[in-house]
């Protein structure tokens, strides 16, 4: 296992721990993400690794911002994709993005079924989508915001768990290079 891929795993299991606990990703940590990514590639490859990973970190970061524009990410979590394309490259960096947002989906959909204190959650939560749907008004907007609020988990989770899953199973359907 090389020094970036074992360095990253540090990475992601630091940004991983404080967003369960703080619900935030910290700038630093991404500061020093990023700083250790560029050095790690300098050291690897010279001037050559340097602008890849660069390249890599702002091209990784735009989707996660993309998607932090419509409110379904943490500004934190969004940033922190710049570290990662810098550490793993473009490809693989949007590839474990999109694993990221599948594990989500799985999650949020799972969440709510399995918690037997949700059971009504669901249930009520379904109902106030259909009158949000056939009645649009802002009391039922709010209701609405109040029931996405209680379905919200950590974002760096679903990475965490996405990265195993990248790491353990073929993915060629999400890779950047399309299907194949």
């Not at 379904?72 to 947002?101: C, P």
């Not at 959650?121 to 749907?133: A, I, K, P, V």
């Not at 029931?147 to 768990?161: D, G, H, N, Y």
Request: charged residues 15%; aromatic residues 12%.
């Amino acid at each position: 296992m090389s020094l970036i891929t074992v360095s990253f795993g540090i990475f992601l299991l630091s940004a991983a721990i404080w967003d369960i606990g703080a619900r935030k990703v910290p700038n630093a940590l991404i500061l020093i993400g990023i700083v250790a990514a560029v050095c790690l590639h300098a050291l690897q490859s010279g001037w050559d690794g340097i602008w890849k990973s660069l390249i890599a970190a702002i091209a990784a970061a735009l989707p996660a911002i993309a998607i932090y524009m419509t409110g379904a990410i943490g500004a934190g979590d969004a940033k922190w994709f710049a570290g990662a394309g810098g550490f793993l490259g473009m490809q693989e960096a949007i590839t474990l993005f999109v694993a990221a947002i599948f594990v989500s989906a799985v999650i949020a959909l799972l969440a709510p079924i399995i918690s037997a204190r949700s059971r009504d959650g669901l249930r009520r939560l379904l109902y106030e989508c259909c009158l949000l749907y056939w009645y649009p008004s802002v009391e039922d907007a709010r209701k609405l915001a109040r029931w996405k609020r209680a379905f919200r988990f950590p974002f760096m989770t679903s990475v965490l768990a996405a990265w195993f899953v990248t790491k353990l199973v073929p993915l060629p359907i999400i890779t950047a290079g399309g299907l194949g």
